[in-house]
């Protein structure tokens, strides 16, 4: 905030009334022409909108600093790197985003058409450590070769079809993920292990299985724990999962 001279404010308001006829001569809100407005006293915020034109009737809403300031892209919001299963949340312009960490562990997995005579195919298979972002309806996976958390790990491509292998981002087909936050991160997960895999995006994810990851995950089924020598690096660069984060979301 700054303070105006008053002869700094006579022309400032001269101007606003010049450009804007929604503000009347003496200061008041002409409801003809407003649809809304945001009064500020001291840290408090309150939203006053028009609910009907005839007879004029006002709402009122109190607007807390954080959601002003979503609404004007004035601020980031940022957690930072966390322990536990959500690892980072927070907001800007372009929306809320969330990271999830998925400990290695066991997944059952659908393959559309893989089995006999074209049929589904379903597969008990290992997976490594994985890290879901996601940002809206943006998603992407990246796979980690060690069972702890650490935002310096390299980021590797995750041995799943429907994972581009340039950058993780998810190939969601016909389903639609839910807007990501923290609390619905675990739902969008969930929905994209279970839904059926295609045949899209399944090359260069397997050293053993170059052309098809799916023959890699064929042969891992009932196994207790994945190979870490077969993942590859995301890029042919070094590419770690801070760094990676960072570019996924324009931070």
Not at 73 to 100: E, N
Request: neutral net charge; glycine residues 8%.
């Amino acid at each position: 905030m700054f303070d105006l001279t008053p002869d700094q404010r006579d022309a400032l308001h001269a101007a606003i009334l010049s450009q804007n006829p929604a503000i009347g001569p003496d200061g008041t809100l002409n409801w003809e022409q407003l649809d809304g407005a945001i009064l500020i006293s001291h840290d408090h915020y309150l939203y006053q909108h028009k609910v009907s034109r005839s007879p004029l009737r006002l709402g009122y809403k109190y607007l807390s600093p954080q959601t002003l300031a979503r609404a004007f892209h004035l601020d980031t919001l940022d957690s930072g790197w966390m322990t536990g299963h959500i690892l980072r949340t927070g907001s800007t312009s372009a929306g809320d985003w969330a990271v999830l960490w998925i400990p290695r562990q066991k997944h059952c997995l659908t393959i559309a058409g893989a089995g006999p005579d074209g049929t589904d195919l379903t597969l008990t298979v290992p997976l490594p450590a994985l890290v879901w972002v996601g940002r809206n309806q943006d998603y992407w996976l990246w796979a980690v070769s060690k069972p702890q958390f650490d935002p310096k790990a390299q980021a590797l491509k995750p041995p799943l079809p429907n994972v581009y292998g340039h950058n993780g981002k998810i190939c969601w087909g016909a389903n639609l993920p839910p807007v990501a936050t923290a609390q619905t991160l675990p739902q969008a997960w969930h929905t994209f292990i279970t839904s059926p895999f295609s045949g899209h995006e399944v090359h260069g994810k397997s050293g053993q299985y170059p052309s098809n990851v799916i023959r890699q995950l064929k042969a891992v089924a009932g196994r207790r724990t994945s190979p870490i020598n077969d993942l590859q690096p995301l890029r042919s660069y070094p590419n770690t999962i801070d760094s990676l984060f960072t570019q996924a979301l324009d931070l």
